[in-house]
């Protein structure tokens, strides 16, 4: 079986790290029955192991909570809001498998779901203990500076991966990077984020993200993609908290992913800026744009 867990993941509170590597363990599972290509064959068993991670995550979630409630954490309802967010993901996940089972959704599933889990144990769920805010509420001068903080937000804190400089520049058409991904936000109104990773920048994500490694940006398969789009939804959701509309009711994330070569056809986004970040795993270009009705 596929060893997901790492010690690296523990928050330090026993029962909420076993029942977090119980998690790992199971999408482990998935992982191997993907990895096998007989998804169909293993229907059943595929579908259980889904059964159980509903089940249980509801379980860790409730188990979850009601720490933070003792512990008067102070995001407690922000922390609820994304688990009642990702339940919501993992059912939609369940009726498209219940009605079309495939290794592509199959596929889509496991990436999504473990980019997420990753991401939420190491980011928000260490929060829990020292009791600091997810997300602090910040004002911004400009898109630039809305931008640069969604940089350090993403690379910085959530990822370890020192900025060494940004430029920011007009959108003229497209954007630079191996793997590029769209995000549309939509609630009361419309956003669109996009983020164009470098080759080895991609690499670097995809194993914090996962653990796994990703052989080759060129030719991803439907895991590698599902967990690169999630990093959309992740950064964008934290970006999403900065913006006023984000209190009125829950917000849509619809993801896409290419490959070296985008350009932006189906929204008018001119006189968007566009932020260039340099890492030591080369660069990320970051666009934001308030998209118009």
């Not at 059943?44 to 933070?68: N, S, V």
């Not at 980019?115 to 630039?144: F, G, T």
Request: net charge negative.
């Amino acid at each position: 079986m596929a060893t997901l867990w790492k010690d690296e993941y523990k928050v330090g509170i026993d029962k909420i790290d076993e029942q977090h590597r119980q998690l790992f363990d199971k999408i482990g599972n998935l992982l191997e029955i993907a990895k096998s290509g007989n998804e169909e064959t293993n229907r059943r068993e595929c579908m259980e192991i889904i059964d159980f991670l509903i089940g249980y995550t509801i379980t860790h979630f409730e188990a979850e909570e009601r720490l933070q409630r003792d512990r008067k954490y102070v995001s407690y309802e922000q922390h609820h809001k994304i688990h009642e967010e990702f339940k919501n993901t993992v059912l939609v996940y369940k009726e498209q498998l219940n009605n079309d089972f495939s290794a592509k959704t199959l596929k889509s599933f496991i990436g999504t779901l473990l980019a997420w889990l990753v991401n939420h144990v190491c980011i928000c769920d260490r929060k829990i203990v020292k009791n600091i805010p997810l997300q602090e509420m910040e004002s911004y001068a400009d898109i630039d500076s809305f931008i640069q903080s969604v940089a350090n937000k993403l690379l910085t804190e959530m990822y370890s991966i020192p900025i060494r400089g940004t430029k920011s520049c007009i959108y003229k058409g497209d954007v630079a990077g191996a793997a590029i991904v769209r995000t549309i936000a939509e609630g009361k109104s419309k956003h669109l984020f996009l983020y164009g990773m470098s080759s080895e920048l991609a690499e670097y994500l995809y194993h914090k993200i996962s653990g796994m490694v990703l052989a080759d940006v060129n030719h991803l398969d439907d895991i590698e993609k599902s967990a690169l789009m999630e990093i959309g939804s992740i950064i964008s959701t934290y970006a999403m908290s900065a913006i006023d509309d984000n209190g009125t009711g829950g917000i849509r994330f619809t993801n896409s992913l290419y490959t070296h070569d985008y350009n932006e056809t189906d929204y008018n986004i001119t006189n968007s800026v566009i932020l260039e970040i340099t890492t030591d795993y080369g660069k990320m270009d970051i666009l934001y744009s308030h998209l118009k009705p």
